[in-house]
Structures are given as C-alpha cells and as structure tokens.
C-alpha cells in the first residue's frame, strides 16, 4: 500500500501540481474482510484556475476581441464589442486527458515491470486496442454494495453477461484463428498432385484402420468416429479443402455479425440507463432550481444558492446532458426503462445463437483432429494418387 500511495502522489505531482494546480489527493483502500477483491484507487480534485508566480489567481480564459481589417472592433446587437473567450491552459482538453491516462498507464506498467510483475494495463478502449470485445458499464458503489449483499442490480447481471460474452468471444476467435492456419496448412499438403476428396480419404483411412485393428472395441471406436466425421462433411456438402475454407468463412461471418449486434444493443443499453438515471436526478432537483428562481431579491437569492451549491451544479450537469441528448424530445422515463427491458431480452436471446455456432466450430475442430491423424499416419513420400478428384463434379 505504501507503494501505491508513493505511485499515486508522483503521478498527481508529475500531472497537476507541477502544471501550476492545486491537487487534493484521496486514497481509498476499501475493506474487503469479506474475501472480495482488494480495490485500492484514489481520487483527485484539481484547480482549474492557474496559480501566478507571486501565488496569485491566474485567469481560466482571457479574451480576444473580433476585429475587421482596418483594426476596428466588431460590434454585437447591442453595440458591444465581441470577443473569443480562449482559454490560458490546455487542461481542459481532450488531448491533455488523453496524455495523463497515458502517463498513468505507463508510470503503473513501469512499477510492474520493476516488481516482476507480468500484468499490463492499458489507458485505451477495446476499440482503440483493436480488441472484439464487449466493454462493462460503469456500476458505481451503490450497485457495488447491493451485489456484495447478494442482491441482484440490472447493471450487475449485464456486466455478467457481458463477461460471459467476452470469454466466449475469445475462445471462438481463438479457435477459429487457429482452424484458418490450420487450413493454410494442411492445404499445402494436401495440394499434391491434386486436391482430395476428404470423406474418401477418411474413408480409406478408417477401414485400413478398422482392418489392423486387435479387438472388436478398437474396430467399434474406429467406424464410430468414421461415421460421425463422415456424417457431418457429407451433410454439409464438405468433400474437399476448399469447402471446409468456405465453411469455417460462413461461421466466421455468422460469429462477426452476432457481435456486432451484441456490441450494440449492449451500448444502447448503457446510453439508456444514463438517461434514465440524469432524468431520475433531474426531477429529484428541480424543486430546488425553481425555488431559486423564484426569489426576487439578491441577497436571499445568492444565500439559497450558496446553501444549495452541490445541487444545482449536478442538476445543471444532467440538465446539459438531457439537452443534447433529447434535441427538444421530451423526457420519457417508462419509455426508455421498456426499450432497455427489450433490448435485454434480445441481448439474452442473442447470447444463446452463440450454441449452434459453438456446435458447428466443436465439429470442424473434430474434422482437422481426424485428417490430421491420417496426414500424420502417412508415409512422408506417400502421394494421394489413388484419389479421385471431384473438379468436375
């Protein structure tokens, strides 16, 4: 823990404080007795107003008046001059984020490598990683402390599927990269003199097999696995290399489709959940936006925002984000809680076409096990010249 504290203070002093803001720095190691898992993680307030060399307040923005060519000034309706407002630092901005979630990542890889640690963490998306998986939403602590309870959230049982789904899409993505190289190869070998017939191949394999077999077991086993193989090219119209190529491409195709739609009705799900909950904010203080305007005076105006700071600036928050993401529409909560109940059903529903495909991809594996037992089994200077070639059919 003295570790990260010491990782977590140089990091704040390299970003913040060194930038000219003043950083309040909170470390959390919250109690896990209960044999969860440790999430050690810290907090940091910052000030957006630079500090001046003699300690002074600096200025967030200045501004720049708008001028025509001969230097006069532009004037607004009201015969004003107008102006840019431009800000005096880059903390603002999306590209200095980007460079202290940089430097974060790499000031924890390089405390890793120091520990012998092999663990990495990485700043960017999935997407940016150029990885096909599904990202989590955001559960927050009052979700977090539900489910240590036992208690199921909505959020909860999404970010489990949505886990389920990412270790599903590994071992799919991995299996099915791993039946193109295979394919690639066994081509190869295959390829000369010409491309054979893969059920009489495994046919002629199997009955030799089945021929020099000891005991009836051994023969049972032999014409069981034959026929389970042979079965599964012969209905699906697989008799040579280049078919398998076109099979394992469909299920590939099949396997993109399906996760790019579970990608997006998963990102969907979360955009609504946002808008549920700002709406559910912005009724729970908009009394107190209205009670501010309605005081006439000054004084009691500016006391009843005083006391009511930390509202009014979250109900501006979710007041912004409701703006833009409405466009004029108006705020309809049960509207939104039903697509997201039927964009859960279908994300349910789509989870479960992941079987055929799971199916498909166990039989084309058992396939490359079979034909490469008869490659193996081979002479090394043996060629395929007994087979009939299937051009033409």
């Known amino acids: 823990m003295e570790e990260n504290i ?3 203070r140089e990091f704040v002093q390299r970003c913040f404080v060194d930038k000219g803001m003043v950083a309040d720095l909170a470390i959390h190691q919250p109690d896990k007795g209960d044999g969860g898992i440790p999430n050690p993680h810290f907090h940091v307030l910052t000030t957006m107003r630079p500090i001046n060399p ?4 600096g200025q967030k923005q200045k501004r720049e008046y708008l001028v025509v060519k ?3 000034p532009v004037l607004d309706s009201n015969g004003k001059p107008k102006f840019n407002a431009v800000a005096t630092t880059d903390w603002h901005t999306p590209e200095t984020l980007e460079a202290w979630r940089k430097a974060w990542c790499e000031m924890v890889n390089d405390a890793f490598e120091r ?5 990495r963490i990485d700043h960017r998306s999935y997407e940016r990683q150029g990885l096909d998986l599904i990202p989590t939403i955001h559960e927050g602590p009052t979700v977090r402390q539900m489910e240590a309870k036992g208690i199921k959230t909505d959020k909860g049982e999404l970010n489990r599927w949505i886990k389920a789904t990412n270790r599903l899409i590994c071992d799919v993505t991995k299996k099915i990269k791993s039946l193109f190289s295979w394919l690639a190869e066994v081509r190869e070998k295959l390829s000369k003199p ?3 017939n893969l059920v009489e191949l495994l046919t002629d394999y199997y009955v030799k097999r089945s021929s020099d077999a000891y005991s009836q077991k051994g023969k049972v086993g032999n014409l069981k696995r034959m026929t389970e193989v042979i079965n599964y090219l012969r209905d699906n119209h697989l008799l040579t290399v280049d078919e398998l190529q076109l099979r394992l491409s469909a299920l590939d195709a099949s396997f993109e489709t399906l996760k790019g739609s579970m990608r997006a009705k998963s990102k969907r799900m979360e955009q609504l959940r946002e808008l549920i909950r700002s709406a559910e904010i912005y009724h729970r203080l908009k009394p107190i936006y209205d009670e501010l305007n309605s005081f006439k ?3 009691p105006r500016e006391k009843y925002k005083s006391d009511h700071d930390s509202e009014l600036r979250q109900f501006y928050a979710v007041r912004r984000v409701l703006t833009e993401e409405l466009k004029g529409e108006p705020i309809n909560v049960k509207e939104w809680q039903r697509k997201y109940d039927d964009l859960r059903a279908e994300y349910a529903g789509l989870r479960a076409q992941y079987n055929p495909l799971k199916e498909d991809l166990a039989k084309l594996r058992m396939v490359r096990y079979q034909v490469d037992r008869v490659i193996g089994d081979r002479e090394p200077n043996q060629q395929l010249q007994h087979h009939k070639t299937i051009e033409g059919r």
Do not use: V
Request: net charge negative; hydrophobic share 25%.
């Open 70 to 72: 001969n230097g006069d």
């Open 6 to 8: 010491e990782l977590a």
């Open 297 to 299: 005076w000054k004084k």
């Open 54 to 57: 003699d300690g002074t307040w």
């Open 194 to 196: 010409q491309t054979p």
């Open 115 to 119: 520990n012998g640690i092999t663990e």
